[in-house]
């Protein structure tokens, strides 16, 4: 299916419909939802009710008592979660998170607005968990959970990335993030989850990363990474896998592994670590730093998780690193201490270079590479030839999850500005904790929902549009897997020319790497800059 | 739908007094009675929905992070944003509360053709908002007047302060009229902004009509209509002493301004107002940004299936052979 051109999109209609939102139906638009769960990718985690169904069929074949089910889950998880049950309780409706969506934004669907999209689950929680909605039902905001609620509701979770803007403008700092974990977590009892979600989460179970990538298979590409290597520097990285004692276990997003430009990032990080001479092993059993399952439930999140923890526990080694990636460092720094700790049989980590404690991951043994990169280049451990970037001019995209769920600004800044003379920042309103999301965060990265994914990305293409004009940009950096997956198609569509790469990649070509042939290309095999005709 | 519900149960409480007390006489219902149960109905409604949610874990640490993380010494932090110890949090929690931080971030999205995307700020709602709930404190401290004899010396300043232009007689409050002012704010807003309106329920338009005819027959009382305030005093140091007294020939509005107060009250604990005990407990907000740094424990835990390195190593021990990836077992 074509998406409509730019122009056409860009007309975009605020005003709501004449009838209430509980009477106006929902209507399935293709381009915004992307496709239902296949049988076997929940069979193979047990997750419940797997089976064939299909967004447009009329029957979603669901389980006889699937109100009770629902209604028992929510039930349930208020009463796990303060979060969600405050959540549920006290938003005013004030609409200070309305046009702070980058969906809504981009779409104009009230429905997309934050606490619409909270409304839509808290009218079912009147109903069932409150005495004034049972009670009062439509007057108090409480509704009956019919199939087309459930729909409904099923519709706008997988219109939602995640991201938490809004919970950044909240007065009570509700998080949207936490209600649709949650909404999803309710769905998925039912079976409502999407391929592309499930897909990934069937795959991490068996293979360890998203991708389905295979012991054999990740050892391939990782060879191809070290001859492109070798054919560009002259240098021969000899990375390793699974191997016992070493110091530090590297865990990246299988995406970086499999995808330009995602690759040139993983090259990068290859390049890096190698001219450091860094005792580290890669794992192909924890060969996904990103995790899926948080997309679908807590427990399964958890379940992916372990495996980081239990290679690092079997390789005996000291401390974990994680790359570039969004929601992966969401959950690393948010949340699997408490899933897994206390983590006793690391040790804190120590930069071996530089001799930096890294304080602030004492408990959770897990550093960010641009915090230790940031770490080398401040202590002056690593040359850089900045001008190999001189071709590049740089804006840098704050991904959601390490802007709100971790307020990592400075470190990848810092980088960027030591490695490249071209740097130029968005509208305040578009970065750091203001950020945009790619709109293509939170599992709904398929291709069928692109017209969504176009509609959501708008806020952030349009503030990278604003510096293109001005500045000349042509380099969107970034230190998110599935910002790398997103963002170049986002960019065609809405800026044709910015490119997008990973922080590392620039890093990697910037840096002069001892006994290096001259250099005449970037990772990526394009001429440097002066390079042109050699 | 839910505007004119509201709209029409607050008139329904106001007949509601007319009839009580101007036609069956109930004046100890409406002045003892009631006031007491609304009262004594607001103190262990609010106490029981906030150990109602204390109750519940706090599984995750989730802060909103709102500026820079503590990392390296010679990053500069913001640690009240992003705090990383308890008194950043402590230093966060007295800005959301008593600054309405969050919300003084606000912007406003605009588009033009280009398309151009702008986010201008906003500071209308965080102002209305703020000159509400202020204002809504000072009145209610002024009110301590009738529950004191002698009248504290503090509510006296207070109460100078307010009337600090001597415009009147009675002298005009300046809080009186930011009030009304802020409530028909709140109101409009609500009505006038095509998406507020879309979201709006009746929960939200009818604490705003109550509100706003508590302040209305306050000021109608103070400022236009004679009420006995000798009389009134007398009835609320009476509530106050648990020696109730009901005295003779308190003008109605009095009643009704007393009723709608107690209406208030018992909505309160039921409603979307307990928003002023919830910030508290909001994890986004009350948390320190130190989970790398410092253990945060789930109550409810539990172990989950795993898929073990044990399991994959015999799913592909062949593989990873051939491809001369080290094994556990040969």
Redesign the interface.
Same mark, same amino acid.
């Given at each position: 299916m074509a998406n409509p051109k730019?122009e056409e999109l860009?007309k975009?209609d605020?005003?709501?419909p004449k009838t209430?939102?509980m009477d106006t139906p929902t209507v399935f638009k293709p381009g915004i939802f992307p496709y239902a769960c296949k049988p076997k990718s929940l069979e193979t985690v047990?997750f419940p009710n797997p089976r064939q169904w299909s967004v447009k069929d009329e029957d979603w074949k669901l389980p006889p008592n699937w109100q009770e089910i629902f209604i028992e889950g929510l039930r349930e998880r208020?009463?796990?979660?303060?979060?969600f049950?405050?959540f549920l309780?006290?938003?005013?409706?004030? !609409?200070?998170c309305?046009?702070?969506c980058h969906f809504f934004?981009g779409g104009g669907d009230?429905k997309n607005?934050p606490?619409?999209r909270g409304?839509l689950l808290r009218s079912v929680y009147r109903k069932y968990c409150t005495?004034?909605g049972r009670i009062m039902g439509k007057?108090?905001?409480a509704r009956d959970l019919t199939t087309d609620v459930l729909k409904e509701i099923w519709y706008y979770a997988f219109q939602c990335t995640e991201c938490?803007r809004c919970?950044?403008?909240?007065?009570? !700092?509700?998080?949207t993030a936490?209600i649709t974990i949650l909404a999803r977590e309710l769905l998925n009892l039912l079976g409502l989850n999407i391929e592309w979600i499930a897909g990934p989460v069937a795959n991490c179970?068996?293979? !360890?990363n998203h991708l389905g990538l295979?012991?054999?298979t990740i050892?391939?590409a990782f060879d191809m990474f070290c001859d492109d290597i070798e054919t560009i520097t002259g240098i021969r990285v000899t990375p390793t896998?699974?191997?016992?004692g070493a110091e530090i276990l590297f865990v990246i997003p299988s995406g970086s592994m499999f995808a330009d430009p995602g690759t040139f990032t993983c090259m990068g990080e290859l390049l890096l670590l190698h001219e450091l001479g860094l005792d580290y092993t890669w794992s192909?059993?924890a060969s996904e730093g990103g995790d899926f399952g948080f997309f679908t439930t807590?427990?399964m999140a958890?379940?992916l998780h372990?495996?980081i923890y239990?290679?690092a526990k079997?390789l005996k080694v000291k401390w974990i690193m994680g790359g570039e990636c969004g929601h992966m460092w969401r959950v690393w720094?948010?949340?699997h201490?408490?899933?897994y !700790?206390?983590?006793d049989f690391l040790e804190e980590p120590v930069s071996p270079i530089t001799g930096?404690k890294?304080?602030?991951?004492?408990?959770?043994k897990?550093i960010h590479i641009c915090?230790f990169t940031?770490?080398l280049i401040?202590h002056g451990k690593l040359n850089f030839d900045k001008s190999r970037n001189d071709n590049l001019i740089v804006t840098f995209h704050d991904s959601c999850n390490v802007?709100?769920?971790?307020?990592?600004?400075?470190?990848p800044r810092?980088i960027i500005q030591n490695v490249c003379n071209n740097f130029y920042e968005m509208?305040p309103?578009?970065i750091r904790?203001?950020t945009f999301c790619c709109g293509s965060g939170a599992g709904l990265n398929a291709s069928e929902n692109m017209e969504s994914r176009l509609r959501g990305g708008?806020?952030r293409a349009?503030?990278v549009k604003?510096v293109a004009k001005k500045y000349g940009v042509n380099m969107l950096a970034c230190i998110c897997a599935i910002d790398r997956a997103a963002l170049p198609p986002l960019m065609d569509y809405w800026v044709p020319g910015v490119r997008v790469t990973g922080v590392h990649e620039m890093v990697a070509n910037a840096l002069i790497c001892k006994g290096e042939k001259k250099r005449t290309t970037n990772l990526r095999g394009e001429p440097l800059p002066g390079m042109e005709g050699e | 739908m839910g505007i004119i519900f509201s709209f029409f149960a607050v008139i329904a409480l106001i007949v509601i007094v007319f009839i009580g007390v101007q036609g069956a006489n109930l004046h100890y219902l409406f002045g003892v009675v009631i006031p007491y149960a609304a009262f004594f109905i607001f103190l262990l409604g609010v106490i029981y929905r906030v150990l109602q949610w204390g109750r519940i874990p706090v599984p995750f640490r989730i802060p909103t992070t709102a500026g820079q993380q503590k990392s390296h010494p010679w990053i500069k932090t913001n640690p009240i944003d992003n705090p990383f110890t308890a008194t950043g949090v402590f230093i966060r929690m007295a800005f959301e509360v008593l600054l309405f931080r969050s919300l003084f971030r606000n912007t406003k999205a605009e588009l033009r053709d280009g398309p151009i995307l702008s986010y201008g700020s906003t500071k209308w709602l965080w102002l209305g908002g703020l000159a509400f709930h202020y204002t809504f404190l000072i009145i209610l401290t002024r009110h301590l007047r009738f529950f004191f004899e002698p009248i504290p010396g503090v509510i006296k300043i207070i109460e100078s302060l307010d009337g600090f232009f001597q415009v009147g007689a009675p002298v005009l409050y300046l809080t009186d009229l930011i009030f009304i002012a802020a409530v028909t704010f709140l109101f409009l807003r609500r009505v006038v902004i095509p998406q507020v309106r879309y979201i709006s329920l009746a929960q939200d338009y009818f604490p705003l009509f109550l509100i706003f005819s508590i302040g209305l027959t306050g000021v109608l009382m103070r400022y236009f209509l004679k009420t006995d305030v000798v009389g009134i005093k007398e009835l609320t140091m009476g509530l106050v002493t648990f020696k109730p007294v009901v005295p003779k020939d308190i003008n109605i509005i009095f009643y009704i301004h007393l009723f709608l107060v107690s209406t208030l009250f018992i909505y309160f604990p039921m409603s979307k107002l307990m928003h002023m005990a919830g910030v508290f407990l909001s994890p986004t907000r009350n948390l320190a940004n130190n989970n790398r740094a410092e253990m945060h424990v789930n109550p409810w835990n539990y172990p989950v299936k795993v898929h073990t390195y044990e399991e994959y190593e015999n799913d592909f021990r062949d593989k990873m052979k051939a491809a001369g990836l080290p094994v556990e077992k040969e």
């Open positions: 730019p860009a975009i605020y005003q709501p209430g939102w047990g208020v009463s796990k979660y303060r979060s049950r405050l309780d006290i938003c005013v409706r004030c !609409g200070a309305a046009d702070k934004i009230p607005m606490v619409l409304e005495t004034t007057i108090a905001g938490r919970s950044l403008f909240c007065p009570y !700092g509700i998080d936490e179970w068996l293979t !360890g295979q012991p054999h050892k391939d896998f699974n191997r016992k192909t059993f807590n427990e958890k379940r372990a495996k239990e290679e079997r720094h948010q949340y201490n408490t899933w !700790g206390p983590v930096t890294f304080e602030n991951a004492k408990s959770n897990t915090e940031a770490d401040k802007s709100r769920g971790m307020g990592m600004f400075e470190e810092y509208p309103q578009t904790e203001q708008l806020p349009n503030a604003y | -």
